[in-house]
């Protein structure tokens, strides 16, 4: 078994924060003896193993400790206790810029990132025309790199980056600021670096990247290293520590605006919606391909006979994703409500995507025709990111079935089964 590419043991790391900066030089020498500092923990004992040719996550809050164990990996900085040893040469790109000499145009930049990163001259001339194609900014390579824009220095410094035949790659969040486009490049090129062994370290708040592309992360909080290990298990472990706190902001903000009135209508009213978890309990988030269940309490001042309830779900862009109403009765003898009470609806796999969706809850008569009340946004459903990934804005929760081939049988083509009888096939996530 080869050793692996980067062994972090006991890495404390410690800043000095200042409470006041001099601001001239006459201040700095006069008040040497006097500047006031607190000492700041960045990292409290964190300890990380990365296997040789692996992707690895670093993942946590802001202000965790993840770019500063990024830049004791590269060497950048010097932890204040512990050790780090790297087999192979490291490649970074830590943040916007740097490297760069603002002064330099881009083609002599990409020459200098280059030359630090242990490169010869004519090792940079081969790969120079790479690089420029990479980053899409041959119509400027020759503008000093000042005059780009935050885009164009992700785009030129990802593409030395990863041109120089690293063995150890390190980014940071900076990819993130380059357009779509470029961010699936960068993905694809990732990809191609890691079939051909090279080991990935990444700092990222997508934790969609970390579960699809990652072998194993470290979660870090407040420089404590929480949980590691397989990325998808240390993904859900952060999502689940968001996710409470995430809830106990909106039950919080919930409360506060439970003052707001209400507008009801003449005969029927719309009392409110609220959502039950799969045990019941109130909960103002869901979960993809959990239960879930909205419930819809209404208030009859006088007998109603077959109301129909219903609700309209809104994404965050105001488009509709779903209607759902209760069947019209047209005939008499359907139930009569009267005073107080709810509906619920049942979702077994809510197939929402992660977002924030507003719910407008109606009540009309019995044929659906006329509306006794209509209350917009009524309740706001926030859909957190689950253990199972979730694409686009809903899941279809289907399933697939046996490859089919496509055969000649006398005139025409048809479709005959491979297996027989079809049996369904897993889809990823889905549990035996």
Request: charged share 25%.
């Amino acid at each position: 078994m080869s050793e692996p590419a980067i062994i972090a043991e006991d890495i404390w790391k410690r800043f000095r924060v200042y409470q006041e900066r001099p601001s001239s030089l006459k201040e700095r020498v006069t008040k040497l003896s006097r500047d006031r500092y607190e000492e700041f923990w960045a990292l409290k004992g964190v300890s990380v193993t990365v296997p040789q040719g692996t992707m690895y996550g670093l993942v946590g809050h802001n202000g965790s400790g993840k770019s500063s164990l990024l830049r004791i990996m590269a060497g950048i900085h010097r932890p204040t206790k512990g050790t780090v040893t790297t087999h192979g040469r490291i490649s970074a790109l830590l943040e916007l810029g740097a490297g760069f000499h603002p002064d330099l145009s881009g083609r002599e930049n990409v020459y200098l990132n280059a030359a630090i990163l242990g490169l010869s001259k004519k090792e940079t001339d081969n790969l120079y025309g790479r690089i420029v194609e990479f980053s899409g900014l041959s119509e400027f390579i020759d503008t000093p790199v000042k005059h780009y824009s935050s885009g164009m220095y992700v785009r030129l410094g990802f593409s030395v980056a990863v041109h120089v035949d690293p063995q150890i790659l390190i980014v940071d969040e900076v990819v993130a600021v380059g357009d779509e486009e470029f961010q699936r490049r960068c993905f694809e090129h990732l990809n191609r670096l890691r079939s051909k062994g090279t080991t990935i370290v990444l700092v990222t708040h997508s934790l969609d990247l970390v579960q699809t592309m990652c072998d194993d992360a470290t979660w870090l909080d407040h420089g404590d290293a929480k949980a590691q290990g397989p990325a998808s298990e240390v993904a859900r472990r952060y999502l689940n520590q968001v996710n409470e706190h995430e809830t106990e902001r909106i039950e919080r903000e919930a409360a506060a605006g439970n003052e707001d009135a209400v507008p009801h209508g003449t005969t029927m009213s719309i009392d409110g919606v609220e959502f039950l978890d799969g045990s019941g309990n109130a909960t103002p988030v869901g979960t993809p391909l959990e239960p879930l269940t909205i419930r819809v309490h209404w208030r009859a001042d006088e007998p109603v006979e077959s109301p129909v309830l219903s609700f309209v779900v809104w994404n965050e862009n105001g488009v509709p994703i779903a209607h759902p109403s209760m069947i019209p009765i047209h005939e008499s003898g359907g139930p009569v409500y009267e005073g107080a009470g709810f509906v619920d609806y049942r979702i077994e796999k809510l197939s929402l995507s992660p977002g924030v969706y507003n719910i407008t809850a109606a009540a009309h008569d019995r044929a659906g025709m006329t509306a006794f009340d209509r209350v917009d946004n009524a309740a706001t459903l926030h859909v957190q990111p689950g253990s199972v990934l979730v694409r686009g804005v809903v899941d279809l929760v289907g399933s697939w079935r046996p490859l089919e081939r496509k055969v000649t049988d006398g005139p025409t083509d048809r479709l005959r089964p491979a297996v027989t009888p079809p049996q369904d096939l897993m889809v990823p996530g889905d549990t035996p």
